[in-house]
Structure formats: C-alpha cells, structure tokens
C-alpha cells in the first residue's frame, strides 16, 4: 500500500488554468485536460473576474480533480497564475490556456521524458495552431537567447518539476510583464537546470479575435515588452551570455564599431589602428562582429570586443539592439551589415551613424548610407565612386592601414599607415562623430 501511494505522489501532476470570458471554448479545454491519458491530475481553475457565462460553467463540473478559484475582480493573466500555482500539489506541473486544448497523451509524454532524464528541470513540445493562422509550432530550437532577445517562447506544451519554484522569485510570474510572462517565467527556470525537447506535436493552440496576449502584443507592440522583460531580468541576474559589462567611457564619446566578421583581414587592422587612434583621444571605443573566424582575438586587452552569437537573421539583430541599448554608443560605424540598421531601429539609436565603404560592391549593398551622417571611404578613389552612387552626405577619405590592391583595387592614394591617421586632428574627431560636429 505505501508503496503504490509512493508511486501515486510521483506521478501527480498540477495543471493551472486561468480562464477570462472564455466560455464559448472553456468546456472544450477543461474537456482536453480531463481526457488526458495520464489521470492522476490536480486541475486548479482560476476564473480572473469573467462577466460571461464561464461561472455557470464551472458550477456545473463534477469531477473531483477540478478545483475552482474566483478573482473578484479582472486582476490579468499573471495574477491568475500566481493565485493558481499558489494552490498546486502536485511534484509536475504546467499551465493551460482556456481557449487552447491538450491532445490526450501530452501530460504522458512530457513526464515520460522527465522520468528518462532526471537532470531536466522541464520539457517541452511541438504544437500546431489553429484559427485565424495555421500552422506548426517547432520549439526544438528555443535558446536562452532567443528567449532573452526576441521573447521566443518554449511553447504552451510544457511539464516542470515543482522543486524548481522553490527557486524562483515570489511570485513566480511578473505581475509587470502581462503579455510576456510565460516568456520571463521560462528565462528564470533555465537559469536552474536545462531543458528537454520532446519533437511531438501535443497541443493545438487557437489563434481568435478574443485573445488576450494577442491584443496586449497588437495595442503596445511586442518589441516593448521583450525590453521590459529584459530590464527586470537584468536587475535580478546579468545574462550569462553577455561578453562584457558596461564600461565606463574614457572620454566624452563612445564608439561602436559593427563588422559583419572579423577574421585577421586588412579591414581589421585598420579598425584595430582606428581604435587605438581614437583611445590617443581619449574617446572609447568598442566592436561587434556578426561572426568570428580567428580574428577577434586581436582585440584582446585592447577594447570590448562583442560577437554576436549568430550573423544573420532575428537573433543577431535582438542582441545588437540590446547592446545599442545598453551601452548607449554616441557614435555607430557600420560596414556592410544591413541587418544592423534595423538592430538600430529597434534600439532607438538617437547618436550619429557613419557608414564605411571599402569595396566598389559594398557602396551598393548598404542602403544606409544614403541617410548616413558621415561616409567614410578609405581612398580618394572609393570617395569618388561615392559621388557617382548618388551619395550627397559628407564624404571622407581616410587612409588604409594596408594596400586596397590586394582587395581588388586602389592605387597610389591608398598608401600604407600606421595607427595615426594621416589628416588633421580636427578632422580626426570630425570624422567620427558626424552630425555631433566637435
């Protein structure tokens, strides 16, 4: 007997469930829950305040697993979760959408993936959306980053161990952060143990018009919530992940330089002669590569040196944004790495951006630089390709550490430098602060 109890606990399974003005999907969620497979369930439903039918519907439930809460008043959805997660019992536990639906063997198989590895905190699977959008939802690929930086989400089929809470901040969900809690619950628990993928299809999620999280997304936009996200959780813990912390400015500027790669090139010793140039005045200044292949190296002891963890696409753009954002650069430089002015965009960036030119293919491939505040080419040659382009912002020709003929083209202009620029020190500041002037 107190052995089979013993297995009983072990398998009991907490499953949350607010719910406001869901009554025309309620039955069929709560139906989803209790047809689960795996039958040894708590289900604690939290009615947030709704004004429709949803209390005559919870009064007529007669299953003994189903406990009812009742706001008196619309306090949001992480409320309703921290008064749900409150009251749970049970070793696991998840939380469910009342307009969403569990497939009958989701429970089952996120504990039979637990149960298989004992130093998973939590595990998740795929899902299929339906609706107003259809489509599959595949969460194999959700990083602590792509959590952190775009708001990615683990997906509404999940399983925790209840241990894990012990550990987390009280309450468990951000009261703030309405629209993103999921996303910054999940954030916190992969601080505290990793992670399991179950590639199965256990859930089917209803995109509607009545959709809460969708409308707080469309009112305010989600680019803001994952920033607000981001604060709080920077206050509790720094990301891991981050290279460098903040560093104090040497001097009244501070300047970032954005390379889509660094890989021990001509280009990169000429930022590494800019850099200490600028360090001779006193300005501070950093870089960030979309890519490392052997270069960045050479900046060690020399400035912060960022490499963003993927070059392209939604991830490197969040993490450059946030590094915009935080720093709070007065000066941009960018060569070639399109995806950086949207990372600007998103940032806010409000200082002066400076677009370089090294190659003929590149004065085409940045559209930036036709709204930049300085273009700077390193020879008179790529200054005047700038003018046949149609570029009308100020132009500047600097000198190249190293020979532009080996980087198919040049000639005598291009010359060779050491880490002084060959031009007048006004300029030398001019040249990298653009609409800044001084």
Same mark, same amino acid.
């Given at each position: ?34 047809? *689960? ?75 039979? $993936? ?25 969460? $194999? ?69 009545? *959709? ?17 996200? *981001? ?59 979309? *890519? ?147």
């Amino acid at each position: 007997m107190r052995a089979a109890q013993e297995v009983f606990a072990d398998s009991f399974v907490s499953v949350v469930m607010p719910t406001y003005n869901h009554a025309p999907f309620l039955p069929e969620a709560l139906a989803s829950v209790l047809g *689960q497979s795996h039958r040894n369930l708590q289900v604690i439903v939290v009615d947030d305040g709704s004004t429709d039918e949803t209390a005559h519907l919870l009064k007529a439930i007669c299953d003994p697993r189903v406990e009812v809460v009742r706001h008196r008043g619309n306090r949001g959805l992480p409320a309703a979760l921290n008064t749900g997660f409150g009251r749970i019992r049970g070793r696991f536990a998840t939380w469910t959408s009342s307009d969403n639906l569990m497939r009958p063997h989701c429970i089952a198989e996120l504990l039979r $993936s637990l149960r298989q590895d004992p130093q998973a905190g939590l595990a998740h699977g795929n899902y299929r959306y339906f609706g107003t959008q259809e489509g599959i939802g595949d969460t $194999s690929e959700v990083t602590p980053k792509s959590m952190y930086y775009l708001g990615r989400a683990i997906g509404p089929a999940f399983l925790l161990r209840t241990a894990l809470l012990a550990h987390l901040p009280e309450p468990p969900f951000d009261e703030t952060l309405q629209g993103i809690e999921d996303t910054a619950f999940a954030l916190e628990l992969r601080r505290l143990a990793r992670f399991a993928h179950v590639a199965q299809v256990l859930y089917d999620y209803r995109y509607h018009a009545l *959709q809460i999280t969708e409308g707080i997304a469309h009112a305010e936009g989600y680019r803001p919530l994952v920033q607000r996200m *981001q604060d709080r959780y920077d206050k509790r813990h720094r990301p891991a992940w981050q290279i460098s912390e903040s560093v104090q400015a040497g001097g009244a500027l501070r300047v970032l330089y954005v390379y889509p790669h660094c890989c021990h090139g001509g280009v990169e010793v000429v930022l590494l002669n800019r850099v200490r140039a600028l360090q001779s005045l006193g300005i501070h200044s950093e870089v960030c590569f979309g *890519q490392d292949v052997g270069g960045a190296r050479m900046f060690a002891g020399v400035c912060p040196c960022h490499v963003l963890s993927q070059p392209e696409g939604p991830l490197a753009v969040g993490e450059l944004s946030k590094l915009v954002r935080d720093r709070r650069y007065e000066v941009v430089t960018l060569i070639s790495y399109p995806l950086a002015y949207q990372a600007l965009a998103d940032a806010g960036f409000q200082g002066a951006l400076v677009c370089e030119c090294h190659g003929n293919l590149q004065l085409t491939d940045v559209p930036g630089a036709q709204t930049a505040d300085l273009v700077i080419a390193v020879s008179t040659r790529l200054r005047t390709a700038c003018r046949r382009c149609g570029i009308r912002v100020p132009v500047r020709a600097l000198g190249n550490a190293v020979d532009i003929e080996r980087f198919g083209g040049g000639g005598p202009e291009a010359g060779r430098h050491d880490s002084r620029f060959a031009v007048s020190p006004k300029e030398r500041v001019v040249a990298f602060t653009g609409r800044l002037g001084e």
